[in-house]
């Protein structure tokens, strides 16, 4: 006697499954960051399950630049690294780093020079030290042919000012995890940067932040890019001011990731489609064809496979 299926099972088809997910790129992770330690696996794993198919680890000093590359090393084609000093860390560059930094950054695992950039906000390093460290590092950039990831905060004249004297750059810059102005963003765009959007959305209530540039249609899909910037960050689908439809737009399959894995007090990467579905909001985009834009930019900039 022939089998015959019974109607009211429902059969699990892992490929079909897979088709909620969205295909995403987180280009700012910090993995290499303390509470990260002891779980590294479980997190990669559910970064995975929640559709995040690479992830970058951005660097703030010599040394994460060199536990990024070993982690990259570690897991090849689903981490990729940075070599670069921050505005904070400034003050502890020696003649050595450039080179030293040349060196970590030939390697195929590293993506990018940075974070670098400029801080005026907090005096971690005076601004003379972060001026001279952030033209080395523009300049090294230049010299190996890789793209450059940026930070300002408090800075927006003296940086412009810098990043113009270099012009042409010939090399992807990308504002990561950008919370200024309308503004200084749309100096930026002009100059053919990209900007990397993070759980920040959610926060901005200013009027003239990275709301604004959204739905002004001055940032377009062509120049965003999508990060975590996990553990910090996280995107609150429960913030005040965002509207009821938007958040019932929300998919269940995303919350489940954010709420149940992802905290105020350690965001994660799995939280990006939440973010996404976010930002598909703000522009009247599908999310779908939000995650597929923003990887393709991410790929592309990157060289990535």
Partial sequence: MAFQPNSTVKVLDPIRENYDNYLLIDVGSNMVNKKFSRDLESVLQRAKDSGVQKIIVPCTSLRTSKEALRLARIYPGALYSTAGIHP??????????????????????????????????????????????????????????????????????????????????????????????????????????????????CKDSSGSGIKK???AGTLTLDRILVQSDSPFMYPNARAANLTDALKSSLT?????????????????PCSLPILVELLAGFIAKKPDEVALATSINALKIFGMS
Wanted: proline share 4%; charged share 25%; net charge negative.
């Fill in 213 to 215: 540039l959204l739905s």
């Fill in 88 to 201: 904070h860390e400034a003050k502890s560059w020696e003649d050595n780093y450039y080179d030293e930094l040349r060196d970590i950054a030939k390697n195929p695992e590293c993506v990018a020079i940075g974070i670098c950039g400029l801080d005026y906000n907090k005096d971690f390093s005076s601004p003379d030290i972060q001026r001279k460290v952030f033209e080395l590092q523009i300049s090294l950039a230049k010299e190996i042919k890789k793209p450059i990831m940026l930070h300002q905060k408090g800075a927006h004249e003296d940086f412009l000012r810098i990043i113009k004297t270099h012009l042409p750059l010939e090399l992807p810059a990308i504002l990561h995890s950008f919370t200024g102005s309308f503004e200084e963003a749309t100096d930026y765009i002009n100059l053919g940067m990209y900007i990397g959007i993070t759980g920040g959305l």
């Fill in 252 to 268: 269940q399959r995303s919350l489940g990731f954010l709420q149940r894995y992802c905290t105020f007090h350690r965001n994660e």
